[in-house]
C-alpha cells in the first residue's frame, strides 16, 4: 500500500466549478499534512497546511480526518490559473512524504 | 530576499560522466533537504543536511550518490557514473528549523538528462 494514494486524475473543469481532491495516507502516526501545487516543470509551491479543525485560505478550504486518515481540500469559483498538480504531503518523523499529485486542468 | 537557488537549471551529461547539482538554501535557513523526482512520479526524500553534517540519508541510494553542505558554499549533491535511470528534476528544499512539522520552501529543480 502506497504511503500516501491521490487521483492522479486529471480533472477537467470549467471556469467558476468547485474541484475536491481526496487523499488517503497510510501511516496513523504522520504529524503534520500539507497541500502542494506543482505547475508543469516547476518546482512544488506550498498551498496551504491542513489542520484537523479545517481551515480557509481565500477560495481553497482544507480538512484533515485523522480518524479516518484522509485528507481533502476544496477550490472554489475555479480559475483557469489553477491548473496544475496539486500534491498531498504529510510528514512523518520529519520527512516530507509526497503524493503523486492529481492533475487539474480549467478549461474556459 | 531571494528563495532557494539551485544550478544549473538544466544539465546533461553521457553515461559514466559526473553530475554536480548545488542548492543554495533560503537566507536563514541552515537546512537543506533533496528530492528526486522521476518522470510522472511524486518527490522522493533522498538525504537531510545541516552545515557540515548529514542528518538522514536514508533515501540516497548505497552507490554513486553522495551530498555535503559544507560550512561555506551551497550544498552538493553529487551523483558518480552516471546511468540513464538517474534522469529526473532534482528539488532542493530549506527550513529555517530542523526536521518537524514544517513545510519546507522549494528551489526551481534541476533537470537532469543522461544521454
Known amino acids: 500500500r502506497k504511503e500516501v494514494e491521490q487521483d492522479p486524475g486529471p480533472f477537467n473543469v470549467p471556469e467558476g466549478a468547485t474541484v475536491a481532491f481526496n487523499c488517503t495516507y497510510s501511516n496513523s502516526a504522520s504529524q503534520s499534512f500539507f497541500w502542494y501545487r506543482q505547475d508543469c516543470r516547476k518546482e512544488p509551491k506550498l498551498l496551504m497546511s491542513?489542520?484537523?479543525s479545517g481551515n480557509e485560505d481565500g477560495r481553497c478550504t482544507a480538512q484533515l480526518n485523522r480518524a479516518s486518515q484522509y485528507i481533502s481540500l476544496l477550490i472554489r469559483d475555479s480559475k483557469l490559473s489553477d491548473s496544475a498538480t496539486y500534491l498531498c504531503?504529510?510528514?512523518?518523523?520529519?520527512?516530507?512524504?509526497f503524493g503523486k499529485g492529481t492533475k487539474l486542468s480549467v478549461k474556459p | 530576499n531571494a528563495g532557494v537557488m539551485q544550478n544549473p537549471r538544466h544539465l546533461v551529461r553521457r553515461r559514466g560522466q559526473e553530475a554536480r547539482l548545488r542548492c543554495s538554501p533560503m537566507?536563514?535557513?541552515?537546512?537543506v533537504y533533496w528530492y528526486r523526482q522521476l518522470p510522472e512520479e511524486g518527490l522522493k526524500f533522498m538525504v537531510y543536511?545541516?552545515?557540515?553534517?548529514?542528518?538522514?540519508e536514508s533515501g540516497m541510494p548505497k552507490e554513486r550518490f553522495s551530498a555535503e553542505f559544507p560550512k561555506e558554499g551551497p550544498s552538493i549533491l553529487r551523483i558518480q557514473q552516471v546511468v540513464r535511470g538517474d534522469s529526473a528534476a532534482y528539488f532542493c528544499a530549506s527550513s529555517p528549523l530542523g526536521q518537524g512539522n514544517q513545510p519546507q520552501h522549494f528551489g526551481d529543480g534541476t533537470r537532469l538528462s543522461i544521454l
Open positions: 543536511l545541516q552545515k557540515e553534517n548529514i542528518i538522514d
Open positions: 504531503v504529510v510528514t512523518f518523523q520529519g520527512n516530507l512524504i
Open positions: 537566507k536563514g535557513h541552515s537546512h
Open positions: 491542513v489542520y484537523s
